[in-house]
């Protein structure tokens, strides 16, 4: 299975289907990875056959636009309707995630999403876990999507 792809895919549905945006998505990244610019990040646990989790990381302007495009309003600061939007879109990528693993075999259970705040912050605790992130433009602005997974074989 193309892990990137499949990243790109469901992400691109979440948001044509969900925020009518259409996103550019750059070259998956594979492996370790550098900082990331972020001012939120949602991410939730991947459990059963593929463990791990996937996050989404965006600077506060992605992360405000995005929000604002979700519930139809303006946005003025990273309040509890970003860390809601943001994590909503993290559980939407991962379902399509999860259907795209499914139809290569492997059955996914998704954890409830958790938001952090910040601007410097580095997760740890899978040790040889693969590592997939891909970049998309929206707005001319940045934002990442990232899958850290260990497959159960």
């Known amino acids: 299975m193309d892990v ?3 990243i790109i895919e469901g992400t691109r549905e979440v948001f044509s289907t969900m925020l009518m945006v259409e996103l550019e998505a750059g070259d998956p990244i594979e492996g370790k990875g550098g900082d990331v610019e972020s001012n939120i990040t949602s991410m939730l646990g991947l459990g059963k056959d593929i463990r791990g989790m996937l996050a989404v990381h965006c600077p506060g302007s992605v992360a405000k636009a995005i929000t604002g495009t979700f519930l139809g309003m303006e946005v003025e600061e990273i309040d509890e309707d ?3 939007a943001i994590g909503e879109i993290a559980n939407m990528v991962a379902g399509n995630l999860k259907i795209s693993f499914a139809e290569n075999g492997k059955d996914i259970e998704l954890a409830i999403p958790s938001s952090i705040i910040g601007t410097s912050f580095r997760t740890g605790g899978m040790f040889g876990a693969k590592r997939v992130a891909v970049p998309f433009t929206m707005n ?4 990442l999507v990232e899958l850290k997974y260990m497959d159960s074989e």
Do not use: H, M, R, S
């Not at 001319?140 to 934002?143: A, C, L, M, R, S």
């Open 4 to 6: 990137g792809k499949a």
């Open 82 to 84: 970003v860390k809601d």
């Open 140 to 143: 001319n602005e940045t934002f």
